[in-house]
């Protein structure tokens, strides 16, 4: 069955230190992959997103690599700031298009000062 | 950007009335709009594919019964929770991607909570 993964347990960091979450998938052949954060309560952000004949992108502090020999996807965010502490998801096309997306269960990130 | 507004924040109700959720995309017009359910603690699972001019398509194990979507135009969708139960509480959260040729990313609202008594 299809399935996306991403580190249950809560990332604490220190403030300024580089946090690195992982999102790996199984039984998918994505287009493409996306990261959002979500706030308690709130509905995702999106972030970045990053096709399968791309290796990395970036966007500020964000950087994201995508592994499609792996199936993994790896999420960056250098000089952690504890306004980055929140929930962050990774999503896939879901297999059938139409822009449907599948959700990971998310990673919390805690940057301590 | 692209902004989409959702209404009512929250919204509390007795069991077995009807919940209207809005779903709007206020700079953008959305052909397609989805809605996902979250529980406590876990991801956003989606519900259904909302069409304008068409009718909705539902996620395997969603009632359509249940759940109905209405795409009335290019920038709203409504969610109606007939009947509500307690299980039904949760929160809703609708989204729509400006992108013309669906590969793109997906623009949330804020989210409604939902909870019946």
Not at chain 1, 86 to 111: H, I, M, P, R, S
Not at chain 2, 83 to 108: K, L, M, N, V
């Amino acid at each position: 069955s299809q399935k996306i993964e991403q580190n249950s347990e809560a990332l604490n960091i220190q403030e300024g230190k580089t946090a690195t979450l992982t999102c790996n998938y199984t039984n998918y052949s994505p287009a493409y992959l996306q990261w959002y954060r979500q706030d308690p309560g709130r509905g995702p952000v999106f972030l970045l997103l990053i096709r399968e004949n791309e290796k990395e992108k970036r966007k500020e502090r964000l950087k994201v690599t995508f592994d499609t020999t792996l199936k993994q996807s790896l999420f960056h965010i250098t000089a952690s700031q504890p306004a980055d502490s929140a929930t962050y998801l990774c999503a896939l096309d879901a297999l059938g298009g139409g822009n449907k997306l599948t959700f990971g269960t998310g990673t919390q990130l805690k940057v301590e000062l | 950007g692209a902004v989409v507004s959702q209404h009512p924040s929250w919204v509390i109700c007795k069991s077995g009335t009807s919940v209207k959720i809005e779903c709007r995309s206020l700079d953008f017009q959305a052909t397609t709009m989805f809605w996902y359910r979250q529980f406590p603690k876990q991801s956003l699972m989606l519900m259904a594919t909302s069409n304008e001019g068409s009718k909705a398509t539902y996620e395997q194990g969603v009632e359509k019964d249940k759940f109905l979507i209405n795409h009335a135009s290019l920038t709203l969708s409504t969610l109606t929770v007939t009947s509500a139960h307690p299980e039904d509480s949760s929160f809703y959260i609708c989204s729509a991607s400006p992108g013309t040729s669906g590969r793109s990313e997906q623009f949330f609202g804020p989210g409604t909570r939902l909870t019946v008594l």
